[in-house]
């Protein structure tokens, strides 16, 4: 069973950070694909960025030069770094990743910009 856990959402002011984080299960290795989705009130659930291995990311029009998504594969962590967030930037992120022939979401963490 593949469990993913995220943490570290909150209120944030536009042009401040935030990091959020992901627990996962070990069976997801260090070169397994993982992402972080969002998904805004009224609006589809969109792809903000992903990651194979430590080299290879990719970031969504949006998000680049302001989000960096790394991960920690000994403490089974993976990461969103959220700077000068814009209040477009509010809505629940998910942790995503396809192990085992299936898919796997986390519960969500809420992040809302607004002054």
């Known amino acids: 069973q593949v469990q993913l856990v995220e943490s570290g959402g909150g209120l944030v002011q536009p042009g401040g950070s935030l990091r959020l984080s992901c627990a996962h299960s070990?069976?997801?290795?260090?070169?397994?694909?993982m992402a972080w989705y969002r998904q805004a009130p009224g609006e589809q659930r969109e792809l903000v960025a992903s990651?194979?291995?430590?080299?290879?990311?990719y970031y969504a029009d949006s998000g680049k030069g302001r989000f960096t998504i790394s991960r920690d594969n000994v403490k089974k962590k993976l990461y969103l770094q959220m700077n000068s967030l814009k209040p477009e930037d509010t809505a629940v992120y998910y942790c995503?990743?396809?192990?085992?022939?299936?898919?796997?979401w986390g519960q969500g963490a809420q992040v809302t910009v607004s002054s």
């Open positions: 990651i194979q291995s430590a080299e290879i990311t």
């Open positions: 995503y990743a396809p192990a085992a022939l299936s898919q796997y």
């Open positions: 070990p069976i997801i290795s260090s070169n397994y694909f």
